[in-house]
């Protein structure tokens, strides 16, 4: 990287105006801790504006469904299992996205991987407020995963690398719970009101609209190029430090970016002079980003965790209507807003919970323990206690404590793993979650049909039991 050639990137560093300098580059003066902040560059307001309003319509879509249960089986006459395919093909778009999201960034840069995300999730709105035969509905919801595995992958990337990035991806996963909490109470007064269900999917493609185009505007100098001057600077600052990523890919770079190794390897792109021979080479697949994160076994430990997580908290949010109208005895029309207050509590434990986290001395590994053991615990009050008030209560306890796991576990990817890693790490995990999100609700909609609504206790507690074994081995590993 020359100083004819700066990188335009505000996060890392500007050109030096001394020629002939041994360094090319001075850090900009108003980076904090060499990081850009959600207000500087003073353009990220409005990029942090359109990326908290995107949050809200993803969270609105995910949140949707789970009301609109009861209302799908009686117009398409179907089973739980039927409607059950609506989060599995969601899931296979979403997972798809993680294999392709790093390509589009290379492509159309985070600007047109976003403005795409959101028109995929407004072509699955159009469809499903034409009430199409099912088989397309589902396809719509195939289309919208695609869309959001997109957007998350790339929003949890660029806000994972602000200054302060606890309680960014707090907030930012905080608005997607305030879409979760927006969904369920519009979709539950609307069928309140008399108005057909579908009515909400006119709601949703409004919202996403919005969002769409000021994401457009917002996100426009985030182009190809400038992803492509972000990965030389990561790759340039491997060569320089290697040790600082080397225990966490054992398989990577503690062979790759030994000199000695490096000897016998010239074809070994980190250890290439020019940084952008290195990312052209990686391009070709002879040492891509996604091999390198699959190498990392605290990569392999996080996915797992997360598709633990996100399983437990997307499939109680989509099926606690129908446990509480089929086990509690509750109000059909009325327990949609007990799915309102699950969201409410997970919107304030996403916002404030990160904020507890980043200012405390224990390590996010440990408060996400910490969330876990508490999780389980409001899981178990929700299991054994036969009260549609107490149920309730511990409803938004659950969403409270589960909240903060999946932004905690992407931040301590982001602090474990070098920026080039970014985005196809933050896919792959996103997606692993993703995967829990369709499988979890899934899953659980078989059981639900062959045993009951009673199995969503249980089926839950059972995830949160597994992602506590994951993490215990995580914390002890590294």
Known sequence: MTAETPIENYGATTPSSTAGSDNDSVVDPKLVNGRESWNYPPKNVLKTVAM??????????????????????????????????????????????????????RHVGRW???????????????????????????????????GNGLIEASSNAWAGNLNNNNEMLGLLHGFYGLGGIISPFVTTTLLVWGYQWNTVYFFLAVMTSLSTILIFYAYSDETAEHYKQIIERSIKEQQQHPEETSPLLPGIVDNELDPEHHHHDPNNVLMEIDPAMAIEKSTHGQVSAFRETLQSKLALLLSFSLFMAVGAEITFSGWIPIYMIDVRHGDEKQMGYVGTAYWAGMTLGRMGLGFVTS??????????????????????????????????????????????????????????????????????????????????????GVLTTQYGAFVLAPFTFSLLVAMLISWIILMKKF
Request: glycine share 10%; charged share 5%; hydrophobic share 55%.
């Open 52 to 105: 908290f309003w995107g949050m809200i319509s993803f969270g609105m879509n995910d949140a949707s469904v789970g009301v609109l249960v009861k209302s799908l089986e009686q117009h398409y006459q179907i089973s739980y299992t039927s409607v059950s395919y609506i989060f599995l093909l969601g899931f296979t778009g979403y997972l798809i996205s993680a294999f392709v999201c790093e390509i589009f960034h």
């Open 112 to 146: 047109g991987t976003l403005t795409l995300g959101g028109f995929f999730q407004l072509v699955c709105f159009i469809l499903a407020y034409t009430m199409p035969p099912f088989p397309i509905f589902v396809i719509g919801y195939f289309i919208s995963g695609f």
């Open 359 to 444: 200012r405390s001395a224990w390590s996010e590994e440990l408060w996400n323990l910490v969330y876990i053991l508490c999780t389980l615990a409001s899981i178990a009050g929700f299991w054994f206690v036969p009260s549609i008030a107490v149920s309730s209560v511990c409803a938004v306890l659950i969403g409270f404590f589960n909240a903060p796991l999946y932004p905690t576990s992407m931040v301590v990817f982001i602090k474990k793993f070098p920026e080039h890693l970014h985005v196809v790490g933050v896919g792959l995990l996103a997606a692993c979650g993703g995967v829990g999100g369709a499988l979890g609700p899934f899953l659980n």
